[in-house]
């Protein structure tokens, strides 16, 4: 989980700040988190900028008006988080490989890129990290995978995981589990998002007012999440104490096993992983 203990990190500079990079962002910006030298962010329009530039602690850079911008954002970062656009990111490392300094870590966020394409495009001396956390950073609860690169020290990680421990929990895998890690914490809370919506659908046909629907449904969510967080029991052992024998909840689980959830999900993220790596090859 999120720690609670203060942590200290180095400058750091986002390259790009869209929804995942501002998720982690936010998380750097509450009051046990502390950024010697200030956080740098660049982004494309100068109204975005200005948005971030009135965070504290945070200095921002618009690339449509400035064209260094990006290597005024890297200038003497320690951590550099590359958070573009997939196709950009060739373009963007190419740009700022030269104004690295020895000893840089370089994070991607960028989904589907691997490491090797880091490395063959920056320095020798420079360590990359990938990286794939999930929207709920912005609530303090996020899943984050990361890769080590080759060129990656034992402290490089660390530093990392630091990181990216200020907005939730974080998993250390080798990068071929990543995509696959990828289709169930990075895309996770959408399937969770579109459960609570068919279900909100259900009690909406069966006569309740979206409003009944919400608490209802949003309420059940969050109260079950709580419930598992807070127990050592399993889901598996959570659900049975639920499920009388004979009664109506077994009878509603046996029809969605019937349906083939499992095998659903199983499909839904196969085809997700597919896609990771069509995308990866692109």
């Given at each position: ?14 390259l790009?700040?869209?929804s995942m990079?501002?998720?982690v962002?936010?998380?750097l ?14 982004n494309r ?13 945070v ?9 260094e ?7 003497g ?8 656009k997939p ?35 920056l ?9 794939m ?26 530093l ?6 200020t907005v ?8 071929s ?8 914490s990075?895309?996770g809370?959408?399937?969770v ?8 659908a ?6 309740f007012?979206p ?38 909840t077994?009878?509603?689980v ?29």
């Open positions: 989980m999120t720690s609670t203990a203060s942590t200290t990190l180095p400058t750091i500079a986002f790009g700040a869209g990079a501002r998720a962002l936010t998380g910006l509450t009051p046990r988190v502390t950024v010697e030298g200030g956080i740098r962010a660049t329009t100068a109204s975005k900028a200005a948005e971030l530039s009135g965070l504290d602690g200095t921002a850079f618009a690339t449509a008006d400035e064209p911008a990006n290597l005024k954002a890297v200038a970062a320690r951590i550099v988080i590359v958070a573009v196709a950009m990111v060739p373009d963007l490392l190419t740009e700022i490989a030269g104004s690295l300094e020895p000893g840089t870590l370089v994070v991607s966020v960028a989904a589907g890129v691997t490491i090797a394409t880091f490395e063959s495009l320095p020798e001396s420079v360590a990359v990290i990938r990286s956390p999930n929207t709920p950073a912005l609530v303090g609860k996020a899943v984050t995978g990361l890769s080590a690169g080759t060129r990656s020290s034992a402290t490089d990680l660390e990392a995981t630091a990181l990216f421990g939730g929990d974080v998993l250390v895998v080798p990068e589990k990543l995509d696959a890690l990828s289709t169930i990075g895309s809370p959408a399937y998002f579109y459960l609570i919506e068919q279900l909100t259900t009690a909406v046909a069966k006569g007012t409003e009944e629907a919400a608490v209802m449904v949003n309420g059940t969510f969050l109260g079950a999440c709580t419930l598992l967080a807070g127990s050592d029991l399993s889901p598996t052992e959570l659900r049975r104490q639920v499920t009388s024998p004979s009664g109506t077994e009878r509603a046996w029809e969605l096993e019937k349906g083939g959830l499992k095998e659903l999900f199983d499909r839904a993220t196969d085809a997700a992983l597919a896609r990771a790596r069509e995308l990866a090859g692109n």
